[in-house]
Nanobody
Framework: VQLVESGGGVVQAGGSLRLSCAAS????????MDWFRQAPGKEREFVAA????????YYADSVKGRFTISSDSAENTVYLQMNSLKREDTAVYYC?????????????????????WGQGTQVTVSS
C-alpha cells in the first residue's frame, strides 16, 4: 500500500490547513488510517486515526477539539482538518495505515502500529 500526503504549507497561528492522504489501494488487512507528526528534535507522535469500517476516530489529547480526521472510502482518501493551529503544531505530518486498531497504553496515550507510511508533508505555523 502506497500513501501520498498533500496539503502541507505555512500558516499563521490561529489559522487552518487540511491535509490529505491518498492510498493506492485498500486491503482487508488495513484497520485504520492514521496521522502522525514529528517536530524537529522530537520523537514522532500519534495525532489521529480513523477506522475504515466504522469511522471510529481516535485523537491525541494535544489536538482533540482542534483537529478532525475523516475519510472518503470511495476515494481511498483520509483527511486531517487542522483548526486553531499553534506554533507547537509545526512538524512533518505523516500518513500511516495500520493492520490493527489503536489501543490504550500507560499514561492514557494511544499505541498505533503504523504498518505503512507516506513520505510526509511539512506544516509550519508562524506567529
Amino acid at each position: 500500500v502506497q500513501l501520498v500526503e498533500s496539503g502541507g504549507g505555512v500558516v499563521q497561528a490561529g489559522g487552518s490547513l487540511r491535509l490529505s492522504c491518498a492510498a493506492s489501494r485498500r486491503t482487508f488487512s488495513i484497520a485504520t488510517m492514521d496521522w502522525f507528526r514529528q517536530a524537529p528534535g522530537k520523537e514522532r507522535e500519534f495525532v489521529a486515526a480513523i477506522t475504515w469500517t466504522t469511522g471510529t476516530t481516535y485523537y491525541a489529547d494535544s489536538v482533540k477539539g482542534r483537529f478532525t480526521i475523516s475519510s472518503d472510502s470511495a476515494e481511498n482518501t483520509v483527511y486531517l482538518q487542522m483548526n486553531s493551529l499553534k506554533r507547537e503544531d509545526t512538524a512533518v505530518y505523516y500518513c500511516a495505515a495500520s493492520n490493527a486498531p489503536p489501543r490504550r497504553i500507560s499514561g492514557g496515550t494511544w499505541y498505533v502500529r503504523g504498518d505503512y507510511w507516506g513520505q510526509g508533508t511539512q506544516v509550519t505555523v508562524s506567529s
